[in-house]
């Protein structure tokens, strides 16, 4: 199962997890995954077809638009950072 | 002056040939044309140097000329011109240099005095006061910064965007390093929640305009920053007239209509900005280079909705976070400003504070882009207004 890293923003709708382990032998199908178990994660991350434009998906470092999109393969020992914009100055 | 050393000032100048300040001009003139190719040494000590010296001279002191001198005139056949104030110990450096192998030493005959006195331009260069050497001692032991980069520092202009958790250690640090000039601006007053990390206020300024409560701790730090508080928020009026001021941006901001006003206004004028920002135990920062690397837009095209942006006063932070990311911006304002390093050009750095760890992501630019993209029109691009429900701190 590859590892999803959460940006704080999105913890709350994973029950506070920071990381969480999904399944898929693509971006798409471990998202898929990802939203069966915390639905709430759908509507931040992808509430269309695509990955939302406030949000930033990377596999292994490498941001996902410049690779295949939601096709990008994934292998088991993949990381998947999910990092939406973050405007605190605070 | 006594007999010996007439004596041995008469040996030098049978050794060494001796030209006039008009003769050097005219080799220095025909350098300028690539016609000859000489090495003007001034070769007095610092405090002459420092009151003026001929332009286009390099200064090695005599003092340490045999050990500078390969260095900086590694071919022993060049021409070197060797100068002092009266054109005496320029004769006994020349004999030096001879020993030493150089087959072409000349010196100015009568030295910098009488290259004055015949009219010939000079150049008085910029150098530090006591006070300022004294204080900038420890930036000027590193030879990346040096003299001439504190000046440059000195002579930078930095904008801050926001006085509060991320421009509060950023501004405190530059105006420590001796940023001659910095821009603040925010139209909040100082609140008691602000005090847990916004460390240019404190107790007393509670009530007061926060980018004059600002000022007054920088100019209580160091009188020799220019601090120009600005009690207003950038909007589309006043943006692009307040950075065309400043040579780099420390974005701060809290909220997203802010930066992506800042981001299309710093695209069309070319300007830096060294984005940050927190949230809780977690902080990201980069460098918006335009044109050099992505910008915010290539980021993230466009802002969240509001309910996807808990971005505002009931995100929480923990206080000294905004102090480790704002003083990694002041850390990076500086490397762009003196032109070392690697700068965060097209780099996303992640820190999180409980695991205690620090974390890169690569970030491309888009070549779509709306605002630094190849058909981009960062002029006609919408601005936005406050998403969050609660107003910001």
């Known amino acids: ?90 | 002056m006594g007999k010996a050393s007439r004596e041995f000032l008469r040996q030098a100048r049978r050794q060494v040939p001796e030209w006039s300040p008009a003769q050097v001009k005219e080799a220095l003139t025909q350098q300028g044309e690539a016609k000859q190719d000489v090495v003007l040494i001034d070769i007095r000590e610092k405090h002459e140097w420092n009151e003026a010296y001929i332009p286009g001279a390099i200064h090695l002191p005599r003092g340490f000329l045999e050990f500078d001198v390969e260095e900086n005139v590694p071919d022993k056949e060049q021409t070197v011109i060797l100068y002092c104030a009266g054109g005496w110990r320029s004769l006994l450096a020349g004999t030096t240099l001879q020993q030493m192998g150089y087959k072409n030493v000349i010196s100015l005959a009568g030295g910098f005095g009488q290259w004055k006195g015949s009219g010939f331009g000079f150049t008085m260069p910029r150098t530090l006061n006591a006070d300022q050497a004294k204080r900038y001692s420890r930036h000027l032991l590193v030879p990346e910064v040096g003299e001439q980069g504190q000046i440059k520092l000195l002579d930078a202009r930095v904008l801050l965007l926001g006085a509060g958790g991320l421009g509060s250690p950023a501004g405190y640090y530059l105006a420590a390093a001796g940023i001659g000039t910095i821009g603040i601006i925010d139209a909040d007053i100082v609140d008691e929640s602000n005090l847990q990390r916004q460390i240019l206020h404190n107790a007393k300024s509670v009530g007061k305009y926060k980018a004059e409560s600002a000022r007054d701790t920088i100019q209580a730090l160091n009188a020799d920053v220019k601090v120009i508080p600005y009690v207003e928020r950038l909007d589309e009026t006043n943006v692009k007239r307040i950075i065309a001021d400043y040579d780099v941006i420390i974005d701060g901001t809290d909220n997203f209509p802010t930066r992506y006003l800042l981001n299309d206004a710093a695209i069309m004028l070319n300007k830096p900005v060294i984005h940050g920002s927190v949230f809780r135990f977690e902080g990201q920062l980069t460098v918006f280079k335009p044109y050099d690397g992505p910008c915010y837009r290539c980021l993230y095209p466009e802002p969240p909705p509001a309910a996807l942006a808990p971005s505002c006063a009931e995100a929480g932070v923990l206080g000294v976070l905004p102090g480790i990311v704002g003083i990694l911006q002041a850390t990076e304002a500086i490397k762009l400003i003196l032109g070392i390093g690697e700068p965060l050009v097209g780099r996303l750095l992640t820190y999180d504070a409980l695991a205690g760890e620090f974390n890169e992501l690569r970030l491309f630019r888009d070549p779509k882009c709306a605002a630094c993209g190849e058909n981009a029109h960062p002029e006609a691009l919408p601005t936005y207004t406050e998403v969050c429900a609660l107003p910001a701190q």
């Open chain 1, 1 to 90: 199962m590859a590892t999803v890293r959460l940006a704080p923003v999105l913890r709350a709708s994973a029950g506070g997890a920071k990381q969480v382990s999904a399944e898929g032998s693509t971006l798409g199908e471990v998202l898929a995954n990802l939203y069966e178990r915390f639905p709430a994660l759908k509507e931040q991350i992808q509430p269309g077809e695509e990955v939302s434009r406030f949000i930033n998906v990377y596999v292994n470092d490498q941001d996902v638009r410049y690779l295949q999109g939601l096709q990008t393969n994934v292998a088991p020992n993949d990381t998947i950072i999910l990092l939406p914009a973050m405007a605190g100055g605070m």
